[in-house]
């Protein structure tokens, strides 16, 4: 949200996954929030489902009524190829000329020349280490008899990978 805000975007869609997903939730709340600290709403929102088909006809959606939006952020990167796919062959649209797209999991595919997805980059690696840590934490607590294992809180940063997907507004 704030890259979008700060490269000068007004009308900033939101294409959702699986609604009962908490990744799903988490990204949708920090996407909203960040909105909101620099005094905008979300311009449009649907429902892709983290499928294909179901972000195609999201997009269509989005771009009914004539009324675009001038950016789109995916909840993930597979969705975004199919967004970008329909903004270029079926609306015939340019990315990022017309409307900037980003995405979230920074997949091999997102560095593709037909691509170059900007994308929030999910550091995996990192993410299994820390769950791996906890576990094993748990475990030796258990072994040891040390006492009760107590839940923690890991954050990780997940960068963002600018690429081209992305244009600048502001004159």
Known sequence: ADFLVEKGHKRIAFIAGWEGASTQRDREQGFVEGLKAAGQSVFKREVGNFTHEDAIAATLRLFEDGNRPDAIFVANDHMAFAVMDVIRGTLALKIPEDVSVVGYDDVPIAAWPAYSLTTVRQPCNRMVAETVDILMS??????????????????????????????????
């Open 138 to 171: 748990g475990i030796d607590a258990k072994n040891d008899h040390s006492g009760e294992f107590k839940a923690r809180k890991t954050q990780i940063e997940g960068p963002l990978i600018v690429r081209g997907s992305v244009r600048s507004v502001k004159g």
